[in-house]
């Protein structure tokens, strides 16, 4: 199938497609005053802004089909009425997928492929610590 730039997703009470095309990034590059990459960093990062989770999401379902009040609909209560780290969650997979693509048969898997693979811990020094008596 090879890579795909909309994602299908469990989310809320059903199953629904999010997609990003070129219009939905201009209204997202509008709407949240930053480029569509910015606003990927700033979720990733841990500095999202209320507005790059919300208005990702709502944008990724009318790309994906959704009728426009009905993402607004959706969006009430599954983004706003909701923890907002769930939701950047969403809008990291749904920008993720609009930018830098996904392959859905990768993630069909064992499911490694869809997880992304963490960082080992590194120490911070190589020298051995000190066993002084505390004074």
């Avoid at 920008?95 to 996904?102: F, K, P, S, V, Y």
Wanted: glycine residues 10%; charged residues 25%.
């Amino acid at each position: 199938m090879g890579v795909q730039t909309d994602i299908t997703l469990a989310w809320g009470d059903g199953t629904y497609r999010f997609h990003l095309a070129i219009p939905q990034l201009k209204e997202l590059q509008e709407k949240c005053a930053s480029g569509p990459a910015e606003v990927l960093q700033r979720l990733v990062t841990g500095r999202a802004r209320v507005e790059d989770a919300q208005e990702t999401v709502r944008l990724g379902l009318v790309g994906g089909g959704t009728a426009p009040p009905e993402a607004v609909r959706l969006c009430s209560l599954y983004v706003d009425a909701r923890p907002l780290v769930e939701s950047i969650g969403v809008a990291t997979l749904v920008l993720g997928a609009a930018l830098m693509g996904h392959d859905p048969e990768a993630a069909q898997g064992n499911g490694a492929a869809a997880r992304p693979k963490k960082a080992r811990a590194k120490p911070s020094s190589t020298s051995r610590r000190s066993k002084r008596a505390p004074s």
